[in-house]
């Protein structure tokens, strides 16, 4: 006769995952968004979590199952009857009210939007990853809007990359458009140009989660060089983190993720593209180039094919975005100083990487240069002008670091600016 064995008694599932995060939060109330640097290999697979899997008895509804539709026919031999038609159009009446009704059903309301991951067929090829890129980022994707004297200010996206279980409270990130002034010069758009307009520090901004609630925002920073604004926000559940990754190429396939007023994702698929900056647009950006076009995707992020952010969109005017390299720099300077200090150099420039190779070919056969900055514009009684530099000097080290493109430079005067401000302090 067998040996009985002890039986394993299981507990309430939900309650001992309940404990399980209650435990994890009193270990570590402020939770951050994860950046991964440049030099980190993504080897390791998108993580998937399951929950447990219990077999149950079937529980049987004590509703009657919905009876199936049939669109009703009047027979040949009994059209002339006037009986059967009034009782034909009484029951297609029947049959139209019912067919509205369960088309009215949420899992049947699939065609009132479409995204290029369904539509376009150029897409085939990576179109099941990027519906798992899309649907592990989106948790970490809301929507906000502005108010300024109860009346609508603008509207964009933002990302969770802060929380604190204790008090309650999360940290969302978004572009300073959200409380950008309305430029009356500019009939199209207030955001077509990057340097006009002022911002409204005391606009009121109502987060849209995504369970339909709505609650206040309080600004906290606002950077206007970089054009960021940081909000927080007190809520009682659970949001999901943000996951960065500086490490962004050209040419790299990428989607652009928003949401609509109804809290609906948009999707725009793009690739990352190098371009040189106009005298009105910032030397930091990088590009989408893409074939849609959608608005108020502001503060919304750009995920690479694993859902991780490589960027946050700052102009979809435009159509660039600025990259998670620079974000991350940011984010660590406010975590350690309450503010983004960044070192002004008064100039303007053009990568020699980006321009065109029969350029470079020339200047390194000619002078032998095929890397640095080349000075686009120096500004009035800056240092710069000051030191001599000029329009057409190249810059090749800065500190003694050699740079070759302008977000390089960017992530230098960062570091820079939180020096100084360290030493200043002390």
């Known amino acids: 006769?067998?040996?009985?064995?002890?039986?394993?008694?299981?507990?309430?599932?939900?309650?001992?995952?309940?404990?399980?995060?209650?435990?994890?939060?009193?270990?570590?109330p402020v939770m951050f968004a994860a950046f991964e640097s440049e030099k980190a290999?993504?080897?390791?697979k998108l993580d998937r979590v399951y929950d447990d899997v219990f077999e149950s008895s079937t529980e049987e509804s004590s509703d009657p199952p919905s009876p199936l539709l049939y669109r009703p026919y009047i027979p040949d031999e009994l059209a002339d009857r006037a009986d059967i038609?009034?009782?034909?159009?009484?029951?297609?009446?029947?049959?139209?009210?019912?067919?509205?009704?369960?088309?009215?059903?949420?899992?049947?309301?699939?065609?009132s939007s479409c995204s290029c991951l369904c539509n376009d067929r150029r897409l085939l090829h990576l179109r099941e990853s990027a519906k798992d890129a899309v649907l592990l980022a989106a948790n970490s994707i809301i929507s906000l809007?502005?108010?300024?004297?109860?009346?609508?200010?603008?509207?964009?996206?933002?990302?969770?990359?802060?929380?604190d279980d204790k008090k309650n409270t999360a940290l969302v990130l978004t572009s300073a458009h959200l409380i950008r002034a309305k430029d009356p010069s500019s009939a199209r758009n207030q955001w077509m140009f990057e340097w006009t307009g002022k911002?409204?520090?005391?606009?009121?901004?109502?987060?849209?989660?995504?369970?339909?609630?709505?609650?206040?925002?309080?600004?906290?920073?606002?950077?206007?060089?970089?054009?960021?604004?940081?909000?927080?926000?007190?809520?009682?559940?659970?949001?999901?983190?943000?996951?960065?990754?500086?490490?962004?190429?050209?040419?790299?396939?990428?989607?652009?993720?928003g949401r609509d007023e109804s809290l609906d994702l948009r999707i725009t698929h793009g690739r990352v593209e190098y371009m040189i900056p106009t005298r009105h647009e910032r030397c930091h950006y990088m590009y989408l180039s893409h074939d849609e076009h959608h608005l108020q995707d502001d503060g919304g992020p750009v995920i690479d094919l694993e859902g991780k952010i490589v960027g946050m969109v700052n102009n979809q005017i435009k159509d660039t975005f600025l990259p998670s390299s620079i974000l991350h720099k940011c984010l660590d300077l406010w975590r350690k100083l309450e503010c983004i200090p960044r070192a002004h150099l008064g100039m303007t420039f053009t990568s020699i990487k980006f321009l065109d190779p029969i350029c470079i070919e020339r200047m390194r056969r000619k002078h032998n240069i095929e890397c640095g900055l080349i000075v686009e514009q120096v500004s009035k009684e800056s240092y710069a002008e000051k030191l001599g530099i000029r329009k057409g000097d190249i810059i090749e080290r800065l500190n003694g670091k050699y740079?070759?493109?302008?977000?390089?430079?960017?992530?230098?005067?960062?570091?820079?600016?939180?020096?100084?401000?360290?030493?200043?302090?002390?």
């Open 1 to 28: 006769m067998p040996k009985a064995g002890k039986r394993r008694t299981r507990g309430d599932p939900g309650t001992e995952r309940e404990a399980k995060k209650k435990k994890k939060a009193e270990d570590q």
């Open 41 to 44: 290999q993504s080897e390791a």
């Open 85 to 111: 038609r009034a009782a034909f159009r009484d029951a297609e009446a029947t049959y139209e009210v019912d067919t509205d009704r369960r088309f009215g059903v949420f899992t049947l309301d699939r065609h």
């Open 145 to 163: 809007s502005s108010y300024l004297d109860d009346e609508p200010l603008n509207r964009c996206c933002g990302l969770w990359i802060q929380r």
């Open 199 to 257: 911002y409204h520090r005391d606009a009121s901004v109502i987060v849209h989660l995504l369970d339909g609630a709505t609650a206040l925002a309080s600004l906290i920073y606002l950077q206007e060089h970089y054009e960021i604004a940081l909000y927080e926000v007190v809520v009682d559940k659970q949001v999901q983190l943000s996951t960065f990754n500086d490490n962004v190429h050209s040419g790299q396939d990428v989607f652009r993720l």
């Open 403 to 426: 740079i070759s493109t302008t977000t390089q430079l960017e992530k230098m005067l960062l570091d820079i600016g939180g020096t100084i401000f360290i030493k200043q302090k002390s």
